[in-house]
């Protein structure tokens, strides 16, 4: 059989529990077609930190992406789209936002990338503008990244890999068309926008002759948003954290909890999987699916859990440096780097974060406390704790 087509989709700025609300009928199409993973966990609450893992199979202190416009992805890290060139793949891109310009080095491998977006509404250069919000009105719509996507993939003879990447549920919360009257808050109403429009993509190559049914999608979003109160889990604003503004600051799972489904040839359809997983499993996992040689990973296949076959949930690490930026160019002096380690286990879920100058830790019971706003700080720091020797195991 010849190799399948790859179509890995980016729905920007999208929480799990709104993906999976049932009110997404793109989305709900997929996990009708594929896998589910009801938990899956991101690296960082920043487009191109995230994305970096994904297409790198890396966490961000292996590829060397931790702030935004700052560094640039390593040059002697192998990328998803580099590997599938060496199979034989064409491969095309169209981003649509400041945060995927290829100025960070993840155009890496691509024969075609397309990261064009508008000025801002002042006439300046997105890329210039250290505000992330106001960076954020700089965005290619949907129907452009469908419309510059299915003209890329109308071109292609032999296998391809497609990525499209859909920036519309990111701030500001203002979607063009009412695409599904169910929604609840004018961010559901972008989701649901960016969500019709990557399924008139898959419909668009299916017209094309490519059945979606004989290629391998992967649907995920780099991170969640945290509106200030619209969600139970919320810590924005009046929270408690009034310097997180969507996402970026904070490491809670409004922002670290996304959505990731997997479909394709000789995978089970409608199935979900809920051991815990991570972003950066994804490219060790499509590596794994297509028989290629596998290249260094923090990430570890999923094809056994895809095939339904039961394994233990892998602790998801996470952090953010965006504070330090925020901390530069705003009054709040005293925020803080952080780091995470989400863990799910028979014995309970955990979270730990962590201040990554001071080594001030807390811990979150996510079985008492899902929200995660009772944290109980830990009397050592996490630099006390990684630093104190082990003991030698009993003779």
Known sequence: M???????????????????????????????????????????????VSHATVFTGLQPPNHGMRHLFREQLRRDVPTLAEELGRAG???????????????????????????EVPLLP?????????????RGLALKRAPLVVERATAWAAGQQ????????????????????????????????EVAFADHHAGRLLDNLAELGHDPAEMLVVVFSDHGE????????????????????????LLFDAT??????????????????????????????????????ATPSDGLDMTGMLHGRSESSRPAYAETFFPEEKRANSRYSDIQPLGAVRLAAASG??????????????VYDLDQDPDEMAGTPLVASITDVLAAPRESPAP
Request: net charge negative.
């Open 89 to 115: 793949y064409a491969t095309g891109a169209v981003v649509s936002c400041p945060g995927l310009n290829r100025w960070y080095g993840i155009d890496r491998g691509f024969d075609y990338y397309d990261d």
């Open 158 to 189: 032999g296998p391809f890999m497609l990525f499209a990447h859909f920036f519309d549920a990111h701030w500001p919360y203002e979607p063009p068309e009412q695409i599904n009257p169910e929604v609840s808050n004018p961010y559901e109403g």
């Open 256 to 293: 670290q909890h996304v959505p990731l489904i997997v479909a394709g040839p000789g995978l089970p359809a409608g199935t979900e999987v809920s051991e815990q997983v991570r972003l950066v499993d994804i490219m060790p996992t499509i590596q794994r699916l297509l028989d290629l040689p």
């Open 122 to 134: 002042d006439g300046r250069d997105p890329l210039s503008v250290g505000d992330v919000k106001l």
């Open 2 to 48: 010849p190799p399948p087509n790859i179509v890995i989709i980016s729905l920007d700025t999208v929480r799990a529990d709104v993906a999976y609300s049932g009110k997404m009928a793109g989305i709900e199409r997929l996990r009708r077609a594929g896998v589910t993973f009801r938990q899956a966990v991101s690296s960082a609450p920043l487009t191109p």
């Open 226 to 249: 945290d509106l200030g109160g619209w969600y139970p889990n919320d810590h924005a604003g009046d929270r408690g954290h009034p310097y997180e503004e969507g996402h970026g600051c």
């Open 349 to 362: 879920n955990q979270k730990v974060v962590w201040e990554q100058t001071r080594g001030r830790a807390t």
